[in-house]
């Protein structure tokens, strides 16, 4: 039976969802490139929604044809077979000075293993052979040149000045300035912005 108080709620929730639908924190639907496993009906319901949501752009829209593991994969496939389909789509059609984020729906590995793309190389306490999904996708350079240097905990330069002390331990988070994220913006090792891309990247 449906009383006054659950349908004010009903309401109440609908209209905070219709808000924070509008609501944009620096980027908009033209700089979101949206991944689906297209072998996933669990993956094409929850990517349904978010496009709705967000009125993300078909062109923005990548089906990937993943037919592997959900929790793990090694780095070969997951270059290949799901960061290439992308890197290509972004460029074939032609939004490479406009895409910021890379998002993933449901049903993608959230850990890839990176050993098998590294063979040579030796992997010791504290630095461990895995990535995250989002974190191997923000450094697919790394990726696709198969660069070892993606395990080093200075990797990361969008860190900003000040924030260095919390590459092995996270202690100082408070400390680290918030900053706005653009793909076009490259950054140089010790956090600042350049425009020069043999300085920053």
């Given at each position: 039976m449906v009383t006054r108080f659950n349908l004010?709620?009903?309401?109440?929730?609908?209209?905070?969802?219709?808000?924070?639908?509008s609501a944009w924190a620096g980027g908009g639907p033209e700089n979101v490139l949206l991944l689906v496993n297209s072998n996933s009906l669990n993956s094409k319901t929850v990517?349904?929604?978010?496009v709705a949501l967000r009125d993300i752009p078909a062109t923005?829209?990548?089906?990937?044809d993943w037919r592997g593991g959900l929790e793990g994969c090694q780095g070969e496939y997951f270059?290949?077979?799901?960061?290439?389909?992308?890197?290509?789509?972004?460029?074939?059609?032609?939004?490479?000075?406009?895409?910021?984020?890379?998002?993933?729906?449901?049903?993608?590995?959230?850990?890839?293993?990176?050993?098998?793309?590294?063979?040579?190389?030796?992997?010791?306490?504290?630095?461990?052979?895995?990535?995250?999904c989002t974190g191997a996708t923000y450094l697919w350079h790394y990726v696709r040149d198969k660069n070892p240097a993606m395990m080093l905990p200075v990797v990361n330069w969008y860190v900003s000045p000040?924030?260095?002390?919390?590459?092995l331990q996270c202690e100082q988070l408070d400390k680290v300035e918030s900053r706005g994220f653009r793909a076009t913006t490259l950054w140089t090792p010790d956090g600042g912005k350049t425009s020069d891309p043999s300085k920053g990247q």
């Open positions: 004010l709620r009903c309401l109440l929730v609908l209209t905070i969802a219709t808000a924070a639908s990517a349904n929604h978010y923005n829209v990548v089906y990937v270059a290949e077979l799901i960061l290439k389909p992308a890197i290509n789509a972004i460029g074939e059609r032609g939004l490479s000075a406009q895409i910021d984020y890379v998002v993933y729906s449901c049903d993608f590995p959230w850990r890839v293993s990176l050993e098998s793309l590294f063979p040579d190389e030796k992997f010791g306490p504290p630095t461990r052979a895995w990535a995250s000040g924030g260095r002390d919390n590459y």
